[in-house]
């Protein structure tokens, strides 16, 4: 089996799906992790406030009595955010307005099954 | 009781009202297994049978190749539907303004 980085499998996502842009992944500090960018996108507008932001959000979406918060997408009027808690990460997608934010859904289980060592290390940093 | 009457079951009018009557109409036809429509992000409004909801962003996505393809072969995008077929039974597609719709049909 080839191992690959966090940011080479973060890359390959972004190429899964059309029209993503950059896809960060945080803690719930919005300390950024990794993160991978495609070629035209412009990076300045990306730090730690996208994720801080996001797990604050996440954590008061939880209380209004629907269970624990899964995604957060934002509709901007040039970009698409998409959100996803599998805490302790949080994951940020920059994308085009005319992303296909339905396919995010089936891609969670395979995030969650490429980040599972990045999540695990972080909860031991948060036990410790 | 309600002036006199028997109380009567009221049925609010809500936004999404029409779009799942139609859905569950035609799931209620013969020999359709299921129904879901997404909108433009691909995004569920409603589903019915054996649709899936996780279905939407596959249905939406491949809607959009569809009219991508006739667009480059100089047909017009906006008539363009999408049959898949498989052993389980055949799945139609068909996209009209914003709205993708997928009807899942049992094999005849």
Do not use: W
């Not at chain 1, 190429?15 to 495609?38: C, M, N, Q, T």
């Not at chain 1, 604050?56 to 209380?63: I, L, N, R, W």
């Not at chain 1, 934002?74 to 959100?83: A, M, S």
């Amino acid at each position: 089996m080839v191992e690959i980085t966090y940011a080479t499998f973060l890359e390959r996502v972004i190429h899964s799906i059309p029209g993503v842009s950059a896809v960060v992944v945080s803690d719930r500090d919005g300390g950024i992790l990794v993160k991978a960018y495609s070629n035209a996108f412009n990076t300045d507008n990306v730090d730690t406030s996208l994720g801080a932001t996001f797990a604050v959000a996440s954590e008061q979406a939880g209380k209004l009595g629907l269970g624990k918060n899964k995604s957060i997408i934002n509709f901007h009027r040039d970009k698409i955010i998409v959100y996803i808690n599998l805490h302790p990460i949080f994951i940020s997608f920059i994308c085009s307005s005319d992303t296909n934010c339905g396919s995010f859904t089936s891609i969670v289980p395979d995030l969650q099954r490429g980040l599972d060592g990045l999540s695990k290390a972080i909860s031991k940093e948060d036990d410790n | 009781k309600l002036l006199g009457r028997e109380q009567l079951s009221v049925k609010f009018h809500t936004m999404e009202n029409e779009i799942i009557d139609s859905i569950t109409q035609t799931a209620q036809q013969a020999g359709v297994l299921g129904v879901v429509a997404a909108d433009k992000n691909g995004l569920c409004l409603g589903a019915a049978g054996n649709a899936t909801k996780a279905a939407c962003g596959a249905i939406t996505s491949l809607s959009k190749r569809a009219q991508a393809l006739a667009a480059l072969h100089g047909g017009g995008s906006e008539h363009v539907s999408v049959c898949v077929e498989s052993e389980a039974g055949n799945i139609f597609v068909k996209a009209h303004d914003q709205v993708t719709v997928a009807v899942y049909r049992a094999v005849q």
